[in-house]
């Protein structure tokens, strides 16, 4: 079940105007992967995502979900995905029960289904006495969970989260990197995207680092940091991306914020 592959990429370009964004990705995935999906801000990783998700038409190369190529249309395989956006649009005007059963039922589930599954998740993130409450009067926290749930409502096999701790606190960020770890186990493939490097270490069997549209490094923690003699993943993405003037940025940041350059 392990060698079953979920998700290849052949030649993948996308440019909008004259900014070439993806530059001829490769990759291959297998089921039951964590991949952390890394890189600078603007390299492209959430236009891959939106390939796949089939939002993005205007692409060179092919892409294959559950080996099946998106190209043309092919709508069948989102059913078996689940998304969790970095800004989640989220309908603040209904209610958990009337969100979950809009987004449930264009996955093809029952009312009924939808929300014995509601009752039982919101209990779980101790939400269950908001289950008819107004979304727009949820803290933000409160919203990121219900942004995790309608990504998990119908048992999705391919899972793009995309920051999913974003707002969440202490205990609730130990659920879900435990509930990652067991989705993958039962066979589940995750796409993670973070900038919480120390996050993406701990939980990814395999990270990708995408630098200005290109698969920069591609393994396990332990392989990228063999390969680039560096002790921890923040460490590797800097070398990586050709980035060591934090200290120097910071200080001319603190030195404009104190009025350095007032007179210059
Ligand atoms: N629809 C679009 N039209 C024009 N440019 C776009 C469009 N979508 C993305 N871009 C550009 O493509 C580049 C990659 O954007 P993308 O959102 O994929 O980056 P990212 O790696 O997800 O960044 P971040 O870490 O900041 O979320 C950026 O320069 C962005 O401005």
Do not use: C, W
């Amino acid at each position: 079940m392990r060698d079953e592959k979920i998700l290849e990429l052949k030649n993948l370009s996308i440019s909008f105007g004259e900014k070439h964004v993806l530059k001829n990705i490769n990759l291959s995935v297998n089921r039951g992967q964590i991949i952390g999906y890394i890189g600078p801000n603007g390299a492209g990783k959430s236009t891959t995502v939106k390939i796949i998700l089939g939002l993005l038409d205007k692409f060179q190369g092919d892409v294959y979900v559950f080996d099946q190529n998106i190209r043309g249309g092919a709508v069948d395989y989102k059913r078996r995905i689940g998304y969790v956006p970095e800004n989640g649009e989220i309908y603040e005007d209904l209610t958990a029960l009337e969100y979950i059963n809009f987004t449930g039922q264009m996955y093809g589930l029952s009312e009924e289904d939808i929300t014995l599954k509601l009752q039982g998740l919101m209990e779980k993130f101790e939400m269950e006495q908001v289950i008819h409450a107004r979304i727009g009067t949820f803290s933000k926290g409160m919203k990121q969970k219900l942004l995790i749930i309608a990504s998990l409502i119908h048992d999705p096999d391919l899972i793009f989260f995309d920051e999913p701790l974003s707002g969440l606190d202490a205990n609730s960020v130990m659920i879900i990197k435990e509930m990652m770890a067991r989705l993958a186990k039962a066979g589940k493939t995750i796409f993670y995207s973070s900038h919480i490097m120390d996050v993406v270490e701990k939980i990814s069997d395999r990270i990708l680092l995408l630098n200005n549209g290109e698969i920069m490094a591609d393994g396990s923690f332990e392989e990228l940091r063999a390969k680039n003699q560096e002790g921890s993943l923040e460490q590797i993405f800097n070398q990586l991306t050709g980035f060591d003037q934090h200290e120097q940025l910071a200080q001319d940041i603190v030195d404009i914020v104190h009025g350095a350059n007032r007179y210059e």
